[in-house]
């Protein structure tokens, strides 16, 4: 069965502050999308990447940039010189590309608190 | 990319009514998929819902109370049935992307309050 696991449920930065979100996942596919999303408090969900299992670069963009490593099952999220506006509740999230579970499977989210 | 509207956004309901949240997608598309998201928690798959079969429920979840139609490729709706204050939650439809596409796609999600 596949799972993520976000172990910081809650995280407290000043503004500046580069900050890092973890994400460990487990999963039997070879073949799978890693996702982050962004929930600010108005609710929505804000797409922020997504993630082929067969590929491993690591990507910027922005002041945002992801660090997958297939070897450990990590797919963690750094915001470099955080914002009040990056506070939010950040999912990180799984599914199985083709013979799997297509839905997604979230982690529990870790919560940002950027203060000024 | 897919747009999805759902209806409503918000409604507060009495204890016992039903209340049938729409989903459209402004593209045709094989799953859709429905989340719950209770407060303070993270999003749970209720069900999966293939257009021309019978709706696919997750462990927890049971058609009685979450009835699902899917009569189009286009469109679904999840009702909340006999509610109690317990399924005062964020009700969000999803639509997968295809392989070429980068995300999966959100509705803005159905705040329940059942007082």
């Known amino acids: 069965a596949q799972k993520v696991t976000q172990a910081q449920t809650e995280i407290s930065v000043v503004e500046k502050e580069d900050v890092t979100l973890d994400c460990v996942y487990e999963t039997r596919d070879t073949t799978y999308y890693l996702f982050w999303y962004k929930q600010p408090p108005s609710g929505e969900l804000v797409f922020l990447i997504r993630r082929n299992s067969f590929d491993e670069q690591n990507e910027i963009s922005g002041r945002y940039s992801w660090n997958f490593q297939k070897s450990t099952s990590s797919f963690n999220f750094t915001i470099t010189a955080s914002q009040v506006v990056d506070s939010a509740v950040y999912f990180c999230a799984l599914s199985e590309a083709f013979t799997g579970r297509r839905a997604l499977t979230f982690g529990s989210g870790t919560r940002l608190q950027v203060q000024p | 990319s897919a747009v999805i509207s759902q209806k409503p956004s918000r409604d507060i309901c009495q204890r016992g009514t039903s209340l049938t949240i729409q989903c459209q997608v402004d593209?045709?598309?094989?799953?859709m998929f429905w989340y719950r998201q209770q407060p303070g928690q993270s999003l749970t798959l209720i069900a999966t819902a293939n257009q021309g079969s019978e709706a696919t429920y997750e462990s927890g979840f049971v058609i009685d109370k979450f009835p699902i139609s899917r009569p189009n490729l286009t469109f679904s709706t999840l009702t909340v049935s006999n509610m109690s204050p317990e399924d005062s939650s964020i009700y969000l439809c999803?639509?997968?992307?295809?392989?070429?596409?980068?995300?999966?796609?959100f509705g803005q999600g159905t705040r329940l309050t059942v007082v």
């Open positions: 593209s045709q598309v094989t799953m």
């Open positions: 999803s639509v997968e992307g295809t392989w070429g596409n980068t995300e999966a796609f």
